[in-house]
């Protein structure tokens, strides 16, 4: 082995410590999540352990070493003279605002879906073949609508549909839109909420899916013109779509060229495709940072794996750039690609005939 330099041995142990404790933090922000312990905080103010328990109707003594976590990794707040815990504005928004803009605790259903399933990754790694999205634990699919609903909430209305080419006067109109790959739905009834004299057909292969999202809609109201199939995306039922959207999930499809040429097929003639994938750029080095290590892992466990169980298996993976999905879109028939915006999180893609 090379000599170690002990300085920058100190700082990657110390970088690792912090990971230890956020690997470790996982599980209890999902106990914290599903025990409505955060919601609890953010309505009550300061609390005491004792306080706390009793009001979610759980033991002290197991909340008071949850909280003592919490406070250490800096998820909550802890006033040592009043030895109060308390969740600030930002923290609550985070942990406790499940339809609010910045809410991430359901993105940890997500990583314990990846912890449960590793042993089947570990296989496909030696055999090369690849694990359906339908073979991971149902954990996933709840936590993938929780993360992404939140930035569904916070900008598919109010920025991405706006910066596409003349689609949300058709959506106000009255317009035909199929959301293929919908999962459960939230992004489909987000739509049909905002453009209520337009109707929303959301399509997927997993039937489990379909049926929660069919629940989720008869929830909000909006089933009679919110509707959900399972179907797979080179052969979902329709044509003369005005508005075809994939939401984070072309880079999951085995044959995404396929898909995009029956997306060209059903649309009208002046209809648009838009396409919302993970933030990316064209090359690895420029996607070393937070975000891109986020994606490449979920694309690790999930994307990439999903992929390679299908036909064809292209395996784009969750951080595909804009350059190589243009390649695809423009190979299903596209001609015009073009990108309409973007958040830290997300690249927002139009393509027309």
Request: charged fraction near 20%.
């Amino acid at each position: 082995m090379a000599q170690l330099d002990e300085t920058k041995l100190n700082q990657f142990v110390g970088r690792m410590l912090g990971d230890m404790g956020a690997a470790l933090g996982a599980a209890l922000v999902l106990v914290g999540d599903r025990l409505g312990l955060y919601k609890a905080m953010a309505e009550a103010g300061p609390v005491t352990p004792a306080q706390l328990a009793k009001s979610t109707g759980t033991s002290e003594r197991y909340v008071r070493e949850w909280l003592a976590a919490q406070a250490a990794a800096g998820y909550v707040d802890y006033d040592k003279k009043t030895q109060q815990f308390s969740l600030s504005p930002e923290q609550a928004a985070v942990f406790a605002d499940e339809q609010g803009p910045a809410f991430l605790a359901g993105f940890y259903d997500v990583v314990a879906a990846a912890v449960r399933d590793e042993p089947k990754i570990t296989e496909a790694f030696r055999t090369g073949k690849g694990v359906g999205w339908h073979e991971h634990h149902g954990c996933l699919f709840r936590g993938t609508e929780r993360f992404f609903r939140t930035g569904y909430n916070r900008h598919l209305v109010k920025e991405w549909l706006p910066a596409l080419e003349n689609v949300v006067p058709k959506l106000e109109r009255g317009a035909r839109v199929a959301d293929v790959g919908c999962g459960h739905g939230a992004s489909t009834i987000l739509m049909a909420q905002a453009f209520p004299k337009s109707h929303c057909h959301g399509f997927d292969y997993h039937l489990p899916s379909i049926e929660r999202a069919r629940s989720s809609a008869q929830a909000a109201g909006v089933a009679d013109r919110c509707t959900f199939e399972v179907a797979a995306a080179k052969e979902y039922p329709g044509r003369d779509y005005d508005l075809v959207a994939c939401f984070d999930c072309l880079h999951d499809m085995g044959d995404p060229v396929g898909a995009a040429r029956h997306v060209r097929e059903s649309l009208a003639a002046d209809g648009t495709w838009m396409l919302v994938e993970p933030f990316a750029n064209d090359h690895l080095h420029e996607n070393l940072n937070p975000v891109g290590r986020v994606y490449y892992a979920a694309s690790t466990m999930i994307c990439t794996p999903a992929s390679l169980s299908q036909e064809v298996g292209l395996g784009l993976g969750a951080q595909a750039g804009e350059a190589r999905l243009k390649e695809v879109v423009t190979a299903g028939g596209f001609t015009r690609f073009r990108r309409a915006t973007e958040t830290p999180f997300n690249l927002i893609l139009e393509a027309r005939r």
